[in-house]
């Protein structure tokens, strides 16, 4: 059994804020190779998120604490929506279906989402990431 408290999310977004990718994962998932992933992402202000998609799995993100902006493309890489998420303003998270290219970018220090998603683990494929 593992609490997800206050004591957990700051260690992460310190070990985030220490890190050059300025983010950090805490898997609960025990494999790469588990059907389902699920982990904490502390991710800090700066960190690079490229548009990208998973063409064969959904994911989804509820955000702990910290705000964030979700953003969603379409084909020709033209921003089809975008969507402020914090719990403060009453946005807790997104899912996002398999095949949808999408970002986010971090606004506040010490965010922290939880992140769902079907597994096993595959890095992103060139096709996968979208280059603006």
Known sequence: MKIIDKTLLDAISEKAAQNERLRMNYNFH???????????????PGTIMPVHRH???????????????????????????????SPAE???????????WHTIEVL????IIFEIKEGPYAPLSSEDIMNL
């Open 108 to 111: 506040e220090k010490g965010t």
């Open 30 to 44: 025990q494999q790469l190779e588990d059907k389902v992933q699920r982990l904490l992402n502390a991710l800090e």
């Open 90 to 100: 009453g946005n807790y998270g997104v899912s996002i279906a398999a095949g949808e």
């Open 55 to 85: 063409q064969h799995t959904d994911e989804m993100y509820i955000v702990l604490r910290g705000k964030l902006i979700v953003k969603f493309f379409d084909d020709q890489k033209n921003v089809i929506s975008s969507s402020v998420l």
